[in-house]
Nanobody, 129 residues
Framework: QVQLVESGGGLVQAGGSLRLSCAAS????????MGWFRQAPGKERELIGA????????YYADSMKGRFTISRDNAKNTAYLQMNSPKPEDTAVYYC??????????????????????WGQGALVTVSS
């Protein structure tokens, strides 16, 4: 099992850009699909998107398309979330998660019976106006 540590969070101005990283320990990173989620204050956790084990395909929630880019570098055991032109309403704690099955990540916030194998600790992103 991998362990995940997010980094890159902090304060960003609206319209800027920010890249979050999710570093995985262990030598089995490429065995896991990776997902990114966020939870704003007072709201439920929501899916941003996910990426296959090879990095060849990505899936984004409809509301997130065009605003976020998910990528990974298996040689560096790291997944990334690029935020483009963030808005104040993007202020949230951002989480990465790992599971061998991409679908588990995609439905993690809608299917109570599906739980990603590993979660990161979260990184706070605050977008100022």
């Amino acid at each position: 099992q991998v362990q995940l540590v997010e980094s890159g969070g902090g304060l960003v101005q609206a319209g800027g850009s920010l890249r979050l990283s999710c570093a995985a320990s262990g030598r089995t990173f490429s065995s896991y699909a990776m997902g990114w989620f966020r939870q704003a204050p007072g709201k439920e956790r929501e899916l941003i998107g996910a990426i296959t084990r090879s990095g060849g395909s990505t899936y984004y929630a409809d509301s997130m398309k065009g605003r976020f880019t998910i990528s990974r570098d298996n040689a560096k055991n790291t997944a990334y979330l690029q935020m483009n032109s963030p808005k104040p309403e993007d202020t949230a704690v951002y989480y990465c998660a790992a599971d061998p099955i991409l679908h588990t990540l995609v439905v993690a916030t809608t299917d109570k019976g599906r739980h990603p194998e590993v979660w990161g600790q979260g990184a706070l992103v605050t977008v100022s106006s």
